[in-house]
């Protein structure tokens, strides 16, 4: 898949989501310092808070989100990008007030790359900065022939239009697979699909609770994201310095 079209299914899939933002802005608001939002795809979470006049650094592994990113950021300066490893990232004596880990990207992890994160973030959060991590809820497994399925997620870009339809949820050990069907039609009306599947780790909100103290983090009262009729409901851990 190219870059171009790996940012097309990122923005039809994950662009839409607002709910989350409520939060990021009051956190943003009540924290003191610059933000970094990690797994910053194409820029959803880090635009918005720009918007409203904070200074973010977004991190992602992927060049092709990133380039998006800066194209939509016009001329403003408030958003710096950052080409990076969630599990790894090094960013020198760069300190944050607020590190945000929206849409379930610390159940993207693992393990060992959630405990890498972490350090991490400990490492370049300012005394007393919080670091905020959504998990997502309701991780029962599912299938087109058990329940009604999902809206699809819709997408046009240049006359093309694209389809992302859940079709299940899936036990696959300590994670769950989550199965799509991408579909995209062009003006003409020609029609191909897809297959795809990502991973989220079986993690809950005290499991990462307890792997934040081990790196030097102090579990807060967490908060809740209520389910709206496209994507389930969100606990966002809460960790101070």
């Given at each position: 898949?190219?870059?171009?079209?790996?940012?097309?299914?990122?923005?039809?899939?994950?662009?839409?989501?607002?709910?989350?933002?409520?939060?990021?802005?009051?956190?943003?608001?009540?924290?003191?310092g610059p933000i970094l939002d990690v797994g910053a795809g194409t820029g959803r979470v880090s635009l918005d808070l720009a918007r409203r006049g904070h200074e973010v650094v977004a991190l992602d592994r992927e060049p092709a989100f990133l380039d998006a990113l800066r194209a939509r950021c016009g001329s403003s300066r408030?958003?710096?990008?950052?080409?990076?490893?969630?599990?790894?990232?090094?960013?020198?004596?760069?300190?944050?007030?607020?590190?945000?880990?929206?849409?379930?990207?610390?159940?993207?992890?693992?393990?060992?790359?959630?405990?890498?994160?972490?350090?991490?973030?400990?490492?370049?959060?300012?005394?007393?900065?919080l670091v905020a991590c959504a998990l997502a809820d309701a991780?029962?497994?599912?299938?087109?022939?058990?329940?009604?399925?999902?809206?699809?997620?819709?997408?046009?870009?240049?006359?093309?239009?694209?389809?992302s339809q859940p079709v299940a949820l899936r036990d696959a050990g300590d994670r769950m697979a989550i199965e799509r069907i991408r579909t995209t039609v062009s003006p003409s009306g020609e029609r191909s699909a897809g297959d795809d599947v990502i991973h989220l780790d079986k993690v809950g909100a005290a499991d990462v609770e307890a792997e934040a103290l081990a790196a030097g983090l102090w579990p807060r009262a967490a908060r809740v994201i209520p389910p709206t009729d496209e994507h389930v409901g969100t606990t966002v851990v809460m960790l101070r310095g």
């Open positions: 898949m190219s870059g171009a079209e790996a940012v097309i299914w990122h923005d039809v899939e994950c662009g839409r989501y607002r709910a989350d933002l409520p939060l990021w802005r009051e956190l943003a608001k009540a924290e003191e408030r958003v710096q990008t950052v080409v990076g490893d969630a599990a790894c990232f090094d960013l020198g004596d760069r300190r944050f007030g607020l590190i945000v880990a929206p849409m379930q990207t610390i159940q993207l992890l693992g393990g060992a790359g959630r405990a890498g994160f972490l350090r991490c973030a400990r490492k370049h959060l300012t005394p007393h900065g991780m029962e497994a599912f299938d087109a022939e058990h329940v009604v399925l999902p809206l699809p997620d819709l997408g046009l870009v240049d006359g093309v239009r694209y389809y």
